[in-house]
């Protein structure tokens, strides 16, 4: 996602993580991202074997390794924060496992949709979240999920697929909304189940998140950013 | 594998990669090893989800993204010779599949001595056969396969599981012949099949290779080094 200025990202938080509510949000922001890409990194790594020849599923590889990475600053920040990355990943267990067991890709061209599209709005999420974190942790957040075109080689070979056989684009259209289904399901579980990061979010007594109207535009900046997505692999969306 | 000075080691290449069958044998030599590395990538990553601790897991992961990171520079290589590393490697698929389909680990155990004494002895073998090349493409392997304690976690974990239960260590034991006999029952198949790889060990008409003694030293090593690695995980070999 490009950068989108709003309001509630030049917000500064209050109190830093020594305030035990606070840090127990940040441990569930980061907590939940960390899990989020390391399951990434089974995934992709697991679907990579789908690919039809080498080159494509060592792309993938580098892709589920990529994923690792963010995972690894991560947990060092969970670390140093004096959390273990363990703790703080699972009660995010539950939530990321059943997206990604109700969205099994069952062709390779669906894995290379739900790496880019999934993956994507996922990541979109987070970076909207810290918005309301301290700077330290929204620029960790956003150096971690930094869009350097990893996922890029997912465009040509879907869109040469499409190319190839456009009948397959309508059946891909259908995997993109289920995906973001999946999604939303998943995010409200964790926003029912998850307090802090809720709070994060919407706000708890003495700390202001976003009001409705804010919360609305967010969801329609995530919005967006999927249809352009799905668009640039030649989706409708 | 700690360096081993031999006669072998000394020899310089005589002919560049621009000799076409010395190429043939570099690209099969940097071939098996990159879809060894990539391979080993997937099985890493896959094993990981048999880890009892999100902590293990991510350190198996780590470790993928580690051969993965190997495959890129191997790859690198070979695309710098101007050869596809698919091309390169796709003769060897056969038998590296082979060797992990048969040696498919059941438990988080059996996967981690797999991936100290499994991927030990493949490296140590191109190691032995990169005394056999240019200094280059010696160097870059050496480089590639560099020791830098990636895989010790396995040795405390290993340790650790036998002095809580010393009863698994015989069928670990029996896991680690096990996965010796499968790799040279695959690297014979190798041997016979890649004429070019097989011709930089035993020579060609116009450049030595090792004779007879020189090859049993070699294959001397491998064990030694084969029995230090199960003995650093408590294990006879």
């Known amino acids: 996602m490009t950068e989108t200025p709003h309001a509630a990202e030049q917000r500064e938080a209050t109190d830093g993580p020594s305030d035990p509510a606070y840090l127990e949000a940040v441990t569930e922001l980061l907590g939940g991202l960390a899990y989020g890409q390391l399951r990434a990194f089974s995934q992709?790594?697991?679907d990579?074997?789908?690919a039809p020849t080498l080159r494509h599923r060592s792309e993938l590889a580098r892709?589920?390794?990529?994923?690792?990475?963010?995972?690894t600053a991560l947990a060092e920040r969970l670390r140093s924060l004096?959390?273990?990355?363990?703790?703080?990943?699972?009660?995010?267990?539950a939530a990321v496992d059943g997206f990604h067991e109700r969205t099994t890709a069952s062709t390779w061209l669906e894995s290379l949709v739900k790496a880019y599209v999934g993956e994507g709005i996922a990541q979109d999420f987070y970076?909207?979240?810290a918005a309301y974190v301290d700077a330290d942790t929204r620029e960790?957040?956003?150096?971690v999920l930094e869009d350097n075109g990893q996922a890029d080689f997912v465009v040509g070979v879907v869109r040469e697929a499409i190319e190839a056989d456009p009948r397959i684009a309508g059946r891909l259209a259908l995997w993109g909304r289920r995906l973001v289904g999946e999604a939303i399901t998943q995010a409200q579980r964790v926003g029912v189940?998850?307090?802090?990061?809720?709070?994060?979010?919407?706000?708890t007594p003495g700390r202001a998140g976003a009001d409705l109207a804010e919360l609305g535009r967010m969801f329609v900046r995530l919005t967006d950013e999927h249809t352009r997505r799905m668009e640039r692999?030649?989706?409708?969306?």
């Open 193 to 203: 189940e998850r307090d802090a990061l809720a709070g994060l979010l919407v706000g």
């Open 233 to 237: 692999l030649g989706l409708a969306s």
């Open 127 to 129: 970076r909207e979240v």
């Open 63 to 71: 892709l589920a390794a990529h994923e690792l990475g963010r995972y």
């Open 44 to 46: 992709l790594a697991r």
């Open 82 to 93: 004096g959390v273990e990355p363990e703790d703080a990943m699972q009660p995010f267990v």
């Open 48 to 50: 990579s074997e789908l």
């Open 140 to 143: 960790l957040v956003h150096r």
